[in-house]
């Protein structure tokens, strides 16, 4: 059947190159409904606790979107009549913006942030900082508010009095950098060097810029990565036609696949911003396979057509089998739990297939109206020595040092598997030199708690003004406070503490919560004010409790968390009050890594399984899958040892690399086994039959290695850690990958002789011997 329709193909080139054309002008009018959202959640995993307990706080009381804002003079402390006028003018600025949460908005002249004073025997509720103090007196008067209240205290003027505060933050969820965009344009009237302050900006929506920044990068190196390879494919066939059909199938295979995208409403983000260079590099070297083996053909049969038919009957099918594996590989990353990494799996799969119908399609109909190419590449050179080096390494004893150096690198690479860290603080990936990684520095040098966590009481309405919520939500502050990765804590129990220390200044102890329900509730009720709606609603059946941390890492994130989970085992929260742990930044970087070293685990299990299913299908044999994932584990083995010993994180982003490099690896495996059945069925010997293997098809897999490995290698060099990860990974990826293709397997096959391979035949002697 495959040959009927390559002849009607050859004979009909011109209805082929058109139904193409259009097709590609449908799918390229999908480019232009293409958007890009570089939305943080879409990074996130949905199903994580700790991600929906914060969907939870976020809902009622913000902080996805918060931004901390340093206010640093230049010369001197913030207790200045000129530092404190710019303080009131960027809250009030900020008060503004749009989509602005007013209550949400802290600062020494917020009017969120009220001071409490006794006034004759009644609690008077005024703004900390009405109007700007211009006397020492006045400017006194207002540090001495400030630092009796334990609750603002070190908050709204950090500890060396070096910088001022204002934090905000925004209703919608959005696209954090247009959030982080408004807010910059508070530094606008002090960023020229008459100012007297520097305005510096922390929170997660800063984070957007890095993200926008690296996606600009990449598209900044995908005419990098096409040259490359472009050369690449020029100095292997040794003529233009030889780079330019491959360099075609890797463009329209990507328009394809942009297309398909934009059709199918998947935006352009953090991840899937680099499809475009992983199919050119992936449809090029698909397309090289085909092509070598055309070139064969043309040598031998010396007509054009004819090699056109022949190449495609005889390779075809391997490459639907590959490109098969492949895109499912790349299509199970739906499973992974993360939007965006479904989205970039997806991506992929589409561009892969795309690759692969038109080698089937459109590039067959090309060739048959092309003159075969002048020259054809030589056999000779590197290749032929590193693959004659190969063969003897697996001819010699029955393959027994390919063996012993897979064993010894296998003991190695596990060693490294044990040292892998996954953990370590996001700045890690923002260059640093990065306005959001300067900015972060810039305040952590006077306020160190940039990253929050939060945690909800709930119960029935009017519960957060109980004496025994409170009571237990102040002591689960005092335990998280002792904690050394807490800077400090904000809850509704600090409210009424003020209140009560502020009516009771003679008490013992007036910095507390008192026993007394009705004295609680009086408090509240005489005290109720705008800070009041930043920790609790307005029926008062949630109370919110907030921690400033002075890092993010989940290794010192995840011993807090389960410190809290042991502190609420032992002290149950009252009776019918439900405390959700925990929301915020830290429990969000936390959850991610949580769901990367299992769920990417599980994932790569699927991967390989696909792969496993899919081979076994186009090799008609269960066994002919072991034979094509062996190579991967190996592989796989290798890159996380390599993680181990270069102490590269195990995060979202190596970990996707990795399983990305399993369903690419996999074509290695697929084309080789599929030439040595071809041999064996026409060589004298098995011996001879490898060596043909060898320079033919074990040639093409170095070639499409180094293709893929040269064409992400033009990432090593980034700004951006997630993209030198790229640049250094998939290179040793793909090394890995078609070494162990072009030993391990070959020596399992000669070994044992696999009826998939050499069927019921007895094992064909080497006349030379």
Known sequence: MLERYTRFLVRHPYWMLAAVAAVTAWLATGIGKLVADFDIENSLPEGHHFIQVDRTIRAQFGGRNTIMIGIVPRTGTVWRPEI??????????????????????VSLASPSVRYVSDDDGELKV?????????????????????????????????????????VLDFYERGETGDLAKRALTLADPYSGPDSPVDLYFAGEPMLAFTNLEQAADIGLRVPFAFGVIAVMLLISFRSLQGMFIPMLTATLSTVWALGIMGHAGIPIDT??????????AVAAAHSAQMLKRYVEEVVRLGDNKAAVIESTVKIGPVMVAAGATAAL?????????????????????????????????????????????????GEGGFTKAVLARLEAAILRDRGRPVLIGAAVAMLVALAGVLQIRTYGPTREYMPTDSLARVHLEKLEEHFRGTTTMTILFEGEA?????????????????????????????????????????????????????????????????????????????????ALLVAYLTSDDSALVGPLMHRIERWLEKHPAPEGVHVLVAGGAGPTVLAVNEHTTVGKMLNTLVVLFTIYWVSSVALRSPMGGLYVITPIVASLVMLFGT????????????????????????DYAIYFLYRLREEHLRR???????????????????????????????????????????GYLMPTAMLYSSLAALTVMPVMVMRWRPKFVFGDAPEKLDRAA
């Open 126 to 166: 005024d703004y900390l900082m009405r109007e700007v103090p211009r006397s020492p007196d006045a400017i006194a008067s207002l540090r001495w508010r400030l630092e009796s209240d334990p609750q603002l205290a070190g908050m709204l003027v950090t500890p060396d009095q070096a910088a001022a505060l204002v």
């Open 684 to 726: 004298s010997s098995d011996e001879e039959a490898l060596s043909v293997a060898m320079v033919t098809s074990g040639r093409a897999v170095l070639f499409v290695a180094a293709s893929i490995g040269a064409g992400f290698a033009v990432m090593g060099v980034s700004r951006f850690l997630g993209m030198r990860l790229f």
């Open 329 to 377: 590989g790349f299509a199970s990353l739906a499973l992974f739990g993360v939007r965006a990494i479904s989205n970039f799996g997806l991506s992929c799969a589409y561009g892969i297939a795309a690759a692969v119908v038109l080698e089937m399609t459109f590039i067959p109909a090309l060739r048959a109206i092309l003159p075969p190419p002048r020259r054809t590449p």
């Open 462 to 542: 009017g519960a957060a003004k109980s004496v025994p919520l409170l009571t237990h939500m102040a002591a689960l502050q005092a335990e998280i406070e002792s904690d050394p990765l807490v800077l400090r804590t904000a809850s509704l129990a600090d409210l009424v503490k003020t209140l009560h220390k502020t009516f009771n200044a003679d008490d013992p102890k007036p910095y507390r919560v008192p026993e007394s329900q009705e004295l609680v509730s009086q408090l509240i009720f005489l005290g109720d004010s705008p800070p009041f709606e930043r920790f609790t609603d307005r029926s008062y059946e949630k």
């Open 84 to 105: 404190l006028e710019i303080v009131q003018q960027v809250t009030l600025a900020a008060l503004r913006l749009p989509s602005i949460m007013a209550q949400n908005v």
């Open 643 to 666: 993680l181990g010993w270069l102490r590269i994180r195990l995060d979202m982003g190596s970990a996707t690399m990795i399983a990305m490099a399993a369903g690419i690896g996999a």
């Open 271 to 280: 991840w899937n911003a680099a499809v475009p260079i992983l199919l050119i």
